[in-house]
């Protein structure tokens, strides 16, 4: 005969853990991680290692300090100090990555009491932070590999500079990441980021609105403003931004209309950046843009308390 317990809500509970859905945010990464590591070299996997195990020690350093639970099992460090090196150019110095890491993990994280009370992405707010702060080292020619004396830009910024179209990568070079098209370590391969987004959705990790949302908003706004589509989709940090970074659980709506609002205004200052900015590349500040607005997303988008008038849910605080 089967137990009976009797426990207060919520009823239905998940086998998924923080650390579960962490480790397959890093598997979903390693395609992208494999096709940076081969086409810039080994110097990417020293990036990467300089920024996870900063996030890491960071993240323990201040735990231990204010004498609270050490999480750094949870993985999430480690998702934070990937994701921040996947928005370095190959050039960064790797004090660059440390000074990042301590900026997502003590400042974004820790700053707004932990995982989970985070208002923004720590790994976008880091890149921005280091953009605003070193830009020589973190754009321009910083995303060439010294090796290559022929390229002399990312493809957004070929267009942005006005290059002969007939000079810009192919469709299908942007799609691998291969033949020269370079930008952030992690953002380079449309195939290997799309890969590896499919795979979070069918574990379950994401849910498809916010990425489909997103991307779908780039490419009809694209073609509004005529410009070529398929270009516009697979350069840049699009990929990368509407499957890891925009939908982090923290920092987006969790409502399925708060979602899609999320995304669209994405999608809408991803584009507006992008064409009419001085910027070649809007991805990240739109994302952390939406993160400032989604509280209030979620206020007016959150589903009715069942049973309870609009009065008594205001009046409760709910």
């Not at 020619?141 to 007939?166: C, H, K, Q, R």
């Not at 795979?199 to 073609?223: D, F, H, K, M, N």
């Not at 990368?240 to 200052?269: E, R």
Request: charged fraction near 10%; aromatic fraction near 10%.
């Amino acid at each position: 005969m089967k137990n009976l317990f009797v426990s207060s809500s919520p009823h239905i509970r998940s086998i998924e853990t923080t650390s579960s859905i962490m480790q397959n945010v890093v598997i979903a990464l390693l395609p992208a991680l494999a096709v940076a590591a081969y086409v810039f070299g080994l110097r990417v996997l020293m990036l990467v290692a300089v920024c996870i195990a900063s996030s890491v020690a960071t993240e323990w350093i201040i735990q231990k300090l204010l004498k609270q639970p050490i999480t750094i099992d949870d993985w999430s460090a480690v998702v934070t100090g990937i994701l921040l090196a996947f928005n370095l150019p190959i050039n960064a110095p790797w004090w660059l990555g440390v000074l990042g890491s301590v900026f997502a993990i003590a400042l974004v994280k820790q700053c707004f009491g932990g995982l989970g009370h985070n208002f923004m992405n720590p790994a976008l707010a880091a890149r921005a932070f280091l953009v605003a702060s070193w830009p020589v080292r973190m754009t321009g020619s910083a995303y060439i590999p010294l090796t290559d004396t022929f390229t002399s830009a990312t493809p957004l910024g070929m267009v942005e500079a006005g290059m002969d179209p007939s000079l810009l990568p192919s469709h299908l070079d942007l799609f691998l990441g291969l033949n020269g098209v370079y930008g952030s370590i992690g953002e380079i391969s449309a195939l290997a980021l799309i890969l590896g987004g499919v795979y979070l959705i069918v574990r379950g990790v994401i849910s498809y609105r916010i990425p489909v949302t997103y991307i779908g908003t780039v490419a009809v706004l694209s073609l509004i403003f005529k410009q070529d589509v398929l270009f516009q989709l697979l350069s840049g940090g699009l990929m990368l931004g509407a499957f890891f970074m925009a939908t982090d659980y923290v920092s987006s709506p969790s409502s399925p209309k708060g979602q899609i609002i999320f995304a669209v205004g994405c999608g809408l200052l991803t584009v507006i950046i992008r064409l009419f900015g001085g910027y070649p590349e809007g991805v990240s500040y739109s994302i952390l843009l939406m993160n400032v607005a989604a509280p209030l997303i979620e206020k007016y988008t959150r589903p009715k308390i069942y049973g309870l008038r609009p009065k008594e849910v205001k009046e409760g605080g709910q």
